[in-house]
């Protein structure tokens, strides 16, 4: 069975500092990725995929995310956070099953932006 | 103004009690899902639905029931038999039902059970 790991539970960095969320992910056959992001009190909404092709992906809001195969990995970055960046990030993983798209997110990672 | 709505936005019953969670697409997308948030256990697919008339079990589909009677529409029932239903509950839906889609997720509905 496919499952995704996110090992920062909590994160909190200083404005202007950068950022790097790790994802792993265990299935070994053709993934879609996906960082979504939950901002407080608000919807869950696409911050950036990867389907194919270029494995560094860019994102809204400057976020950027690089898929490595060899390391299972879609580690999401940002060069300099805002305090706007406080909110709750989900890597995804998808996967075609049978004809039917089974989804896998991770636990999560908070991250907090300190002004 | 296109979009998922979940209603209602918090929901309180009694211990015992079947409830119904409402979820509505105008989107015209195929695929449907239900997921439960629970604190820093992230999102678990309950159940979902890749056409009307369809759907399959999720990784924590016990206690739980869907129906899927029209495209837009994608109703779960948390029923006695579920064992902890105080929860945050997102529906969500994509537009293809053999591709690979993003997701799109409604509000959430809080479920508090006394």
């Known amino acids: 069975a496919q499952s995704v790991s996110q090992h920062n539970h909590h994160v909190i960095l200083s404005e202007a500092a950068s950022l790097e969320l790790g994802c792993n992910y265990s299935?070994?056959?053709?993934?879609?990725l996906f960082w979504y992001v939950q901002y407080p009190g608000q919807h869950l909404q696409l911050l950036l995929k990867y389907f194919s092709g270029d494995p560094l992906v860019k994102g809204i809001k400057g976020f950027e995310a690089e898929f490595i195969k060899s390391k299972f990995s879609f580690n999401l970055r940002k060069p300099s956070v805002q305090w706007s960046d406080t909110a709750e990030y989900f890597c995804a993983v998808i996967m075609n099953s049978g004809g039917y798209q089974k989804v896998t997110f991770g636990t999560g990672t908070k991250l907090q932006v300190i002004p | 103004d296109g979009g998922i709505t979940q209603s209602p936005k918090y929901l309180f019953r009694k211990e015992g009690q079947n409830v119904t969670l409402s979820c509505e697409q105008n989107l015209n997308h195929d695929a449907m899902y239900w997921y439960r948030q629970d604190p820093g256990q992230g999102l678990r697919l309950i159940y979902y639905s890749q056409i009307v008339n369809d759907f399959q079990k999720g990784d924590i589909a016990e206690g739980y029931s869907v129906s899927r009677e029209k495209k837009e529409s994608f109703p779960l029932t948390v029923t006695s038999a579920q064992k902890n239903p105080t929860a945050f509950y997102l529906c969500?839906?994509?537009?293809?039902?053999?591709?690979?889609?993003?997701?799109?997720f409604g509000p959430g509905t809080r479920l508090t059970v006394l």
């Open positions: 969500a839906s994509s537009p293809t039902s053999g591709g690979i889609s993003e997701q799109f």
């Open positions: 299935y070994g056959g053709t993934v879609n």
